[in-house]
């Protein structure tokens, strides 16, 4: 089975800042895909960004990107230039590439951007 | 818009009364999916379903049924709700395949005292 691991639960930064979220995985699958989920107060999931284990180019999204090291089984997420809205509770997640196959969460990082 | 709609969004109730939470998506995906939020234990499913008629458990399933008998709607039910189902519930749905992201519902807060 496949664990995420997101070994911070709390992290906190000024904003403007950058910070890094950590996350490592357990697989002995070669196909997956890895994501990062955001969720603010209002409690909504909400899609970051999404990593193919086969593409060595780490993704970016905006002011977010992804350190991918499959053979570390890493996968952290770097937030650059940090914005108030950017509080909220952040995610891994791990799908292997098989159509019936579940996400499985990590138990999330609460970070909380000071003013 | 595409969304997923959840209802409740809170509901307190008591031991033992029968709930369903309700799941709808306008997307047309296929794959259907419960997930239970904790603190300190991030989401972890309860049943996922592949298209109507499909249904399967997945981590932690005891204590709920669910049902696809329709291709946009994917219920949950407490047949006999105890308190260690308190908890914020999570529908998802996405398209067939396993790269496609999911979309989430809003959440369901259920207190079962």
């Known amino acids: 089975a496949q664990t995420v691991t997101q070994s911070q639960p709390e992290m906190s930064v000024q904003e403007a800042e950058t910070v890094t979220l950590s996350c490592t995985y357990d697989t002995s699958e070669n196909n997956y895909y890895l994501f990062w989920y955001k969720q603010p107060p209002s409690r909504q999931m909400i899609l970051v960004i999404r990593?193919?284990?086969?593409?060595?180019q780490n993704a970016t999204e905006n002011r977010f990107s992804v350190n991918f090291q499959k053979a570390a089984k890493s996968f952290s997420l770097k937030i650059s230039d940090s914005q108030l809205g950017d509080t909220a509770m952040y995610f891994c997640a791990f799908i292997k590439n098989f159509g019936n196959e579940k996400l499985t969460f990590g138990t999330g990082t609460r970070l909380t951007i000071i003013p | 818009e595409a969304q997923v709609t959840q209802n409740p969004r809170y509901l307190i109730t008591v031991t033992g009364k029968k709930l369903t939470v309700t799941c709808s998506q306008n997307m047309n995906h296929e794959y259907m999916s419960w997930y239970r939020q904790d603190p300190g234990l991030g989401l972890r499913q309860i049943y996922y379903s592949m298209n109507v008629e499909v249904t399967d458990k997945g981590d932690v399933p005891e204590g709920y049924k669910v049902s696809r008998k329709e291709k946009r709607n994917f219920p949950l039910i407490l047949e006999s709700p105890s308190p260690n189902q308190t908890s914020l519930y999570f529908c998802?749905?996405?398209?067939?395949?396993?790269?496609?992201?999911?979309?989430f519902g809003d959440g369901t807060r259920l207190s079962i005292l």
């Open positions: 990593q193919e284990a086969y593409k060595q």
């Open positions: 998802a749905s996405r398209r067939g395949q396993a790269d496609q992201p999911q979309h």
